[in-house]
């Protein structure tokens, strides 16, 4: 027997029932999208490798650790590329946005769904293959944007039955201020060198602002008592954070300051926001984002302002489970019962115009020399299917030309028990009650 193969650490599949909790959740984000007049993007898995190196910042986690990144076979000029599995996808929509001029008419609302990668150590709620949902508003640069992305993600979490959860907003301003304030920061810092750890020591000159955002106890005194960022914004970027603050207020959403929250990312500037919850432990962030207008400009695009979130599937589904909020389940309305492999071409001709109808069926089938099974195992797998219906395709019924449609749930004890038959020339006139809708 050969030796059995396994997915790679941190890729996991996404089998059936559960497969059906991602999609529902997808659809969820489709019909909310189309509501709010953004549009979908499919952007490619694998970028070239300086995308992210300009993007995403090089003194980062992500481009220093944890991307996986590999020189592609050479052509027949000798030349390598060096490509990399997206660990992000912003900075690829930012690249899909330049390549094909896409601002030229006005600016753009986009929404995109895919697998990340990225090496790093397996846990809950955090793997090397994850997927994520995000939008992007490339082209506006007013706070009401900010505030509608905001807006949305929080009417996403209603759409899905969420509650326990928070925002924290904070204002990163422009590069004068944050280069005013690095240069306290950093001298903050030189004064408690001491009490610096390893990362910390090694960030102080290449990027303090991340030092903020340590996780580390031992640190927490030195960052607590480090100069505000947002004590050094100017006029202009305090009138948009207000903004920002003022439209989340007239809509009932509340938010907590945070002046250490500094996202990841070396391209943020004004705004960056943070939902977060404290039932999943550690990986309490379930969406985060910010705007980031210089971006595009160092993409070579024309400059453009923009700013856009991303949420975690899988941390999101986790929250739908710990809050024990509802999901929909996914079962056929009907499943076929035939107890004659001979019936099989009448069965299928009559399930394809059911289907053509838009009910879902699932037909019974044989799975060894035993041909189709007893009566009562196949109902007992309808019964399991959670189809509301069992279609009964016996040879009586058959002779006649008829089907036997027998309510398997969600009908009264009399009503259970019967048997009603339905004639199979005419299929569009019954078939809309098998549907849950119908």
Partial sequence: MAEKLFAVKGMNDILPPDSAR?????????????????????????????????????????????????EDRSDKH???????????????????????????????????????????????????????????????????VDAELILLAAA??????????????????QPAERAEHRAQLIAHLEKHADMLDEEARRRLHSNPLRILDTKNPAMKAVVESAPRLIDFLGPQSLAH???????????GVAWTLNPRLVRGLDYYNLTVFEFVTDRLGAQGTICAGGRY???????????????????????VLDLIKEQGAATQPVAPDAYAVVPDAGALPVVLQALQALRALGVSVQMHASTGPDGMGSM?????????????????????????????????????????????????DNIAAWARGLCSGG
Avoid at 241 to 251: R, Y
């Fill in 22 to 70: 991602w999609e529902w959740l997808e659809d969820k984000v489709r019909l909310l999208m189309a509501r709010y007049a953004y549009r979908n993007i499919r952007t490619p898995i694998l970028e070239h490798t300086q995308l992210f190196i300009r993007g995403i910042g090089e003194v980062t986690d992500i481009v220093e650790k944890e991307m996986y990144s590999f």
């Fill in 78 to 144: 000798g030349d390598h590329d060096h490509l990399t599995m997206r660990p992000e996808n912003t900075a690829s929509v930012v690249r899909a946005i330049t390549e094909h001029n896409m601002l030229y008419d006005g600016g753009k609302r986009l929404y995109y769904m895919g697998p990340m990668f990225r090496r790093e150590r397996p846990q809950r709620g955090r793997y090397r293959q994850f997927h994520q949902i995000g939008a992007e508003a490339l082209g506006f640069a007013g706070p009401e």
């Fill in 156 to 173: 996403l979490w209603k759409e899905l039955g969420l509650s326990d959860w928070r925002l924290e907003i904070n204002s990163l301003g």
């Fill in 241 to 251: 954070f207000d903004g920002l603050k003022a439209i989340l207020d007239a809509n």
């Fill in 293 to 315: 207008d210089y971006l595009i400009g160092q993409m070579g695009g024309k400059p453009a302002p923009a700013v856009g979130w991303a949420l975690g599937v899988e941390r």
């Fill in 376 to 424: 009562k195992s196949q109902f007992k797998k309808a019964d399991g299917s959670g189809a509301r219906f069992a279609l009964v395709f016996g040879q009586a019924e058959l002779a006649e030309g008829r089907v036997a449609v027998k309510a398997l749930r969600g009908a009264r004890d009399a009503e259970a028990q019967a048997q009603i038959l339905q004639p199979l």
